[in-house]
């Protein structure tokens, strides 16, 4: 079975930076699309970044040009390095494997204050 560990999470002031970091086991890491969805106060769930074997990435408009999504494959890890954090962006952060009908993560807090 496929599981997900989700870690960085953290209550951060605005302007400031977070990694955070997904481990997934029980799939080849290489061959799946993995990503990064949030969460905030009454709203949907949307994508923040994602990525496929190749290395090619994706952003939501938010996040453009602040947030960076990278993958270890020896590690079988995806991280999420985020900086300029805005109040906006607080929300929880669920790692994904496999798209929206795949595997999700627990999901790990975010808060940004200003």
């Known amino acids: 079975q496929v599981q997900l560990v989700e870690s960085g999470g953290d209550l951060v002031p605005a302007g400031g930076s977070l990694r955070l970091s997904c481990r997934a086991s029980?799939?080849?890491?290489?061959?799946?699309?993995m990503g990064w969805y949030r969460q905030g106060p009454g709203k949907e769930r949307e994508l923040v970044a994602g990525?496929?074997?190749?290395?090619?990435?994706t952003y939501g408009d938010a996040v453009k040009g602040r947030f960076t999504v990278s993958a270890d494959t020896a590690k079988n890890t995806v991280y999420l390095q985020m900086n300029s954090l805005k109040p906006e962006d607080t929300a929880v952060y669920y790692c994904?494997?496999?798209?929206?009908?795949?595997?999700w993560g627990q999901g790990t807090q975010v808060i940004v204050s200003s």
């Open positions: 029980g799939i080849m890491f290489s061959l799946n699309y």
């Open positions: 990525i496929v074997s190749g290395g090619t990435t």
């Open positions: 994904n494997v496999g798209g929206p009908s795949g595997t």
